[in-house]
DNA sequence: GTGGTCTAGACCACA
DNA sequence: GTGGTCTAGACCACC
């Protein structure tokens, strides 16, 4: 895993976004420990904080679940979350390019020949 | 021009947007005096340099152009390139929709169908 | 005469350019009676001052001089004070370039090799 | 690094320039961390919105980036974009320049031999 | 601690 | 009057 200082995006998301994906492709399965934060924290070079909220974004997502004193766990149903998660980052991103170009006023058929043009390009 | 502090847009942004879609629509035609900067902030309510931020920006895009002692003035292309501003926006917001996208596993026949759906709902 | 508002360039300072070409062309002779200053504010749309500011820099070139009373004429060597501001302007212009280049770590070379191509270009 | 408030050249590009020739050399080399815009707005006795213009305007240019929280860092290709400036300001300059004596009726010829002249003086 | 944004004043060159 | 620059504070998100 590695962070991306020039992107803009804060480390914490980054961290959640990774994990995510993880827990998405099943590289981590469901009741898998996750490194302790301090760990996580060590490996990524960053702070413990950072981690932690990454971490809490996770559990309030429903992809992890965690108990005071044993750790961080993949949820039962954290694959499942984690696409549920990327359906709903999807909705929210091209809802929000359609009513802004709509906004600006560009016409429905435009913006459809605009983003079937950027889907048969690599 | 109505700014929401609680939408977590920059104030200058916010002013950039709106004058870049008053001149895009031919509301603010080119040569067009703006208000000052003065006058602007007054009536917004915020402050000169908050206003001046807008400016400059939208003049970095070739919208307006400022002169000491005169004002600011929409330029000759300004609207042409408020709309190639409202292209390169919408272009980077599709891209990044699409790239994500990939990366998380979704098909480009999953992206499509998601996409038409939301063209057809209001 | 035409002054352009989005040079940059201040007004008083394009109006003292294109009288100060005119008058090294040999447009306006010496002895020749400039246009008034309210005269010559009205033609180019611009105030009075800013016309007395640009009558005032050519003055203090020796490109005209004024009488109380009488109005502003081309001086006896106009021209040939003009021909010294070219030389003049020029000198500073490229020797800025030059101090500017080597201050940066460019060699005279690279300097000489830039400067010649750009003179074969139209 | 001194600042001149007698040049007439604005602090913030005062303080751009001479960072950027610091990249440019290397002296900063890429991944950096700046002084924070706070201890730099102290140790040159300017405010911190100053300095922070003389940070955007580098980053603009890709030579530094910043992130909340953590510091602005010089840019991988920081110093490749430094020198990428230079050619770009020295390209503007010598361009003025030329166009500058053309209009006023200086020869190509005249030209050339003027600038091998400066290229031979200290 | 950091950068990102904002305020309410100010002086200067230009018109 | 205008824009261009600057100051000395301030709150916020992030680390």
Redesign the interface.
Known sequence: MKLD??S?I?FYRQVEAALA?QI??GALPSGTLLPSVRLQAEALLVSVITVKQAYDALEAGGLVYSQQGRGTFVAERGAEAAREK?RA???R??????D??R????T?DE??S???T??ESP
Not at 93 to 98: P, V, Y
Not at 103 to 106: C, D, F, P, Q, S
């Open positions: 200082p020039t803009g804060p994906e998405r492709t990327v980052d999807l909705h991103e091209l809802t929000a390019a359609r802004h170009a906004a600006r006023g560009v429905d913006l459809k605009l983003f079937l950027f889907l």
